[in-house]
């Protein structure tokens, strides 16, 4: 399969979280396979329309946003830098992950100290923009830079991306999103199944190069542990 754009994510191992948020979502991005929706009571919308958005993802934390690669290097010279990556970093142990509000849409995300996961984000940022081609035009104007801070402008000249380095912040997507009454509805919805599934404490211990399809779906290429 040819990919488009590489990303590299944090992604569940198998267990009961990867499984409900890969059916939730409606993607398996582990098995490159459709998932139905979880019966889920008190819904506002069919789980499919509620995730519509971040639905070709599949469950994960950004750590380098997608990226088309470089002119001049190949998929083969990306895994061997990611494989590298992985082997000087720690694995992290964070708190906990809780279900929250992010403006309009929901996600887990860490509580507690989250700044060794901010250094890793930056380390993976940094190390693997050789293999990131610079953003087109439209590429840059779909991130509104009007709407940016001046900082967050910079951050997108440099990385393509503005929220990076010190502009990061780990989010495990869950939703689209949603007006304010749906946001409500579906976080009382999730809230209840979730919950047995947040274990505490949290283990960054691996990370996931991924790759986006023809048709824009997310599918795992490696998954490897961080061994630093």
Not at 25 to 35: I, M, R, T, V, Y
Not at 201 to 210: E, K, V, Y
Request: proline residues 11%.
């Amino acid at each position: 399969m040819t990919f488009t754009r590489y990303a590299i994510y944090y992604t569940l191992p198998p267990g009961p979280l990867a499984s409900f948020g890969a059916a939730w979502l409606g993607w398996d991005a582990a098995n490159g396979l459709p998932c139905p929706p979880p019966d889920i009571p008190g819904l506002p919308a069919p789980a499919h329309d509620i995730t519509a958005t971040p639905r070709k993802y599949g469950l994960h934390g950004t750590i380098k946003p997608p990226f088309r690669l470089a002119t001049g290097t190949t998929p083969a010279q990306l895994k061997t830098a990611f494989a590298n990556l992985c082997a000087t970093q720690p694995r992290i142990t964070l708190d906990a992950l809780a279900l929250t509000r992010l403006g309009r849409f929901l996600a887990l995300t860490p509580t507690g100290d989250t700044s060794a996961l901010s250094d890793l984000a930056a380390q993976a940022v940094q190390q693997l923009d050789p293999f990131r081609a610079p953003p087109t035009d439209a590429e840059l104007q779909r991130r509104n830079p009007a709407s940016l801070s001046p900082r967050q402008r910079e951050l997108l000249a440099l990385y393509g991306y503005p929220y990076v380095l010190e502009a990061f912040r780990f989010h495990i997507t869950l939703t689209g999103r949603l007006a304010p009454d749906a946001l409500s509805a579906t976080e009382s919805a999730l809230r209840p199944q979730l919950a047995p599934l947040l274990s505490a404490p949290f283990h960054i211990d691996a990370l996931t190069l991924c790759g986006e399809d023809s048709e824009g779906r997310f599918h795992e290429l490696d998954r490897l542990s961080l061994t630093g």
